[in-house]
């Protein structure tokens, strides 16, 4: 039996990002477009470390039909970020004029854009356009008191929900019934509930 895919997961990281530590040599797109745990899905590797060779990224996430995204780290590579064409970006929104100021640059491209993991970083939310969405991470949400920290925005946003994947494990289960499916092992369930 194949699992329920998850609605929508567009932060995820792969390879690409590669002197990022958490990513493991297995990550590839290959692999996340294999396993196929989410129905909208995209790759949003760190802006910074494929900007040099962005049309390579941007087809090789194409080439396995994926959405091509990618993960701003602050105000200082939004212009160049808005010259890449992408189909969505997520931006790292430090709590600095500047970067509030960016957000509005991102909006004006008329893509979507989403504000990553702001409790990790001291976004303070009510300076956000409420035309940015926000993102409910799961890498960093549980490390917040996310009831008085999302709870006062619920009107003001909308929201996506993303894995933060760096490792295959961490895009949940579906590895494993991804495997036991390609093996055509199906699961003994051991409780009927
Ligand atoms: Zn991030
Ligand atoms: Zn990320």
């Known amino acids: ?3 329920a895919a998850l609605p929508q997961d567009l932060h995820i990281h792969s390879t690409w990002s590669d002197s990022d530590g958490a990513i493991v040599p297995e990550q590839t797109i290959a692999l996340i477009a294999a396993i196929k745990h989410a129905h909208i899905c995209g790759i949003s590797d760190h802006f910074e470390m494929i900007v040099d060779h962005f049309d390579d990224y941007r087809a090789a996430v194409a080439a396995h039909g994926l959405l091509i995204g990618m993960e701003v780290n602050g105000h200082e590579w ?11 970006r997520i931006f790292h929104c430090y709590n600095r004029d500047a970067d ?9 491209d008329d893509r979507p ?13 009510a300076r ?3 035309e940015c969405l926000v993102e409910i991470n799961n890498r960093y949400i549980w490390r917040c008191d996310w009831r008085a920290f999302y709870g006062p925005y619920r009107e003001r946003f ?7 994947a760096h490792q295959p494990n961490w895009l949940n289960q579906t590895v494993a019934r991804h495997v036991a499916a390609s093996l055509q092992i199906s699961e ?3 409780f009927d509930r």
Do not use: G, K, W
């Not at 509030?100 to 004006?108: D, H, K, P």
């Open 113 to 125: 854009v989403i504000v990553a993991h702001p409790n990790a970083l001291d976004t303070n939310l």
């Open 158 to 164: 909308r929201f996506v929900i993303s894995s933060d």
């Open 128 to 130: 956000v356009p409420p």
């Open 188 to 190: 003994t369930l051991l």
């Open 100 to 108: 509030y100021q960016a957000l509005e640059q991102l909006l004006a």
């Open 1 to 3: 039996m194949q699992p």
């Open 78 to 88: 939004v212009p160049l970020a808005l010259e890449a064409d992408c189909d969505y």
